[in-house]
């Protein structure tokens, strides 16, 4: 069954064309699920019944199973959500000061295996639809009855390998009528798929741009990111160049601190060297074991150390707060933890 969420509103226009529907219809619906946010088009009272019960025959509607949920005592929620069709993904809350965050999944699964990554150990089934993204902010905001102000595509799997569902997603939960979540607000982070940074810094939209660097050079990049071998760093970089110039909008580098690996002070200096000049800053990540990689987290010395020498070198620089200490595990623990028991009962029977 298709789902009344993959639409942006242009295309829910073009679809009810298609049902012999008025164009003001798909408007009145498309404001219902995001303006009134119903989870069912019984409650569309301003369409008549035939309508209505023909929609619900067309369109799954209503939020996603919550498999489990954790809630961490700094008011993280850890979400294991069940798709349509069975599948398990995870989606985080976090809270900050200023307003609810939401790090979405957008693929079932990751094709790109970064060595430190939990979600990476499962190869991509398949690519998620526009509507099961935007149905993971609705499921969220239905579960807490709060509003989510900004939301990181940043969970398991690389948005840019899913490029057209991922930029539905942008403009449905962006547009005025939809949930209105303002663009500046929203952030696509990738591993380095040159070819479609330079595609979206074309699409007009406002949008935040993140990069999984994480590595201050192509040697030790090349051995956490196989996407390194593809698009080394002195092309990913150009494209970042490119992106910032056409748009004119900041960039954040992702930088996870392994301990032993890319936690020295050479790399902080190499990173500087690498990012000069560019309008950006390092948002510096405190990494979460998986023990599957054997990586650790670097000590809060060395973290520290790390920091200063990037500020001592004028650059922009955050230390990520680390969210849901108590219930943590790295992203994508808790699906690589679900589907492992499924293999487990599978493989039982
Ligand atoms: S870090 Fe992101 S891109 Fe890399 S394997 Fe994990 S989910 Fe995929």
């Known amino acids: 069954m298709k789902s009344i969420y993959d639409y942006t509103q242009e295309q829910m226009i073009e679809e009810f064309k298609e049902l ?5 219809r798909a408007t009145q619906v498309f404001e219902w699920l995001y303006r009134q946010n119903v989870q069912s088009f019984e409650q569309m009272n301003n369409l008549s019944l035939d309508l209505r019960e023909k929609l619900s025959q067309i369109y799954q509607i209503g939020p996603m199973k919550i498999e489990t949920k954790q809630v961490s005592q700094d008011g993280t929620i850890k979400y294991l959500l069940q798709l349509e069709d069975g599948g398990f993904i995870e989606t985080v809350l976090m809270v900050h000061d200023y307003g609810r965050s939401l790090c979405v999944t957008s693929q079932l699964g990751c094709n790109m295996g970064c060595r430190f990554c939990a979600s990476g150990l499962l190869k991509k089934q398949r690519n998620l639809t526009a509507g099961e993204m935007v149905n993971q902010v609705l499921t969220v905001m239905q579960d807490t009855q709060e509003r989510i102000s900004h939301v990181v595509v940043m969970g398991t799997g690389e948005p840019f390998d899913n490029y057209d569902a991922v930029m539905d997603f942008v403009r449905i939960i962006n547009h005025p009528k939809g949930l209105a979540i303002g663009a500046r607000h929203i952030t696509i982070s990738t591993c380095g798929l040159c070819h479609q940074i330079e595609r979206y810094a ?3 939209i406002q949008s935040n741009l993140a990069i999984s660097l994480h590595a201050p050079n192509n040697e030790i990049r090349d051995q956490l990111m196989p996407i390194n071998k593809r698009y080394p760093m002195e092309q990913l970089r150009q494209s ?3 992106y910032i110039q056409q748009t004119n909008r900041r960039v954040t580098f992702e930088y996870i601190l392994l301990k032993g690996v890319n936690d020295e002070l050479k790399h902080a200096r190499q990173l500087a060297h690498y990012i000069r000049g560019l309008n950006a800053y390092v948002n510096l990540i405190p990494y979460n074991a998986v023990d599957e990689h054997g990586y650790q987290q670097s000590d809060k010395g060395t973290v520290e150390a790390f920091k200063s020498e990037l500020l001592r070198l004028k650059m922009n620089v955050t230390l990520r707060k680390e969210h849901g ?6 992203c994508g623990q ?3 933890m679900k589907v492992g028991e499924q293999h487990a009962s599978h493989h039982e029977k």
């Open 325 to 330: 200490r108590d219930i943590d595990g790295a």
């Open 334 to 336: 808790l699906r690589a």
């Open 202 to 204: 074309s699409e007009g």
């Open 240 to 242: 970042i160049e490119n």
């Open 20 to 24: 012999g529907e008025k164009k003001f």
